[in-house]
């Protein structure tokens, strides 16, 4: 029997998120234990002083965190808040479930808790 690595198979699946793209995934509720949320993997372009790049941030309940880096099987976030204090997280690419891929269709944005 083989061995199947579910991380590496969800990195390249987010790698391949591209502009206006998004993928919906579930992963364990961050304030309820026990429970799971649904996230929101989104790509889009951003441009700085005429560099554009695309940018990859998670979305949950109207807020974002920015993607800092996918490698490894870990995707860690990022964001700051008004006071500059920057928080991050580590998301374990092997314990996300994808519910499937979502190519702009904003009716899935906004959901957040899986029953």
Not at 22 to 27: A, H, Q, R, S, T
Not at 56 to 67: D, F, H, I, K, P
Not at 80 to 101: A, C, E
């Amino acid at each position: 029997m083989s061995n199947i690595n579910i991380g590496k198979m969800n990195q390249e699946a987010l790698q391949t998120i591209g502009e206006g793209d998004f993928i919906k995934f579930e992963y364990k509720h961050p304030v309820l234990e026990g429970k799971r949320a649904l996230f929101t993997f989104v790509g889009s372009i951003r441009c700085y002083n005429d560099d554009c790049k695309l940018y990859y941030t998670v979305e949950r309940l109207g807020q974002e965190m920015n993607v800092d880096y996918i490698k490894d099987g870990i995707m860690k976030v990022y964001n700051y808040d008004m006071m500059g204090q920057r928080t991050t997280y580590q998301f374990d690419l092997s314990k996300i479930v994808v519910l499937g891929y979502t190519f702009n269709n904003e009716a899935y944005r906004t959901k957040g808790v899986v029953a």
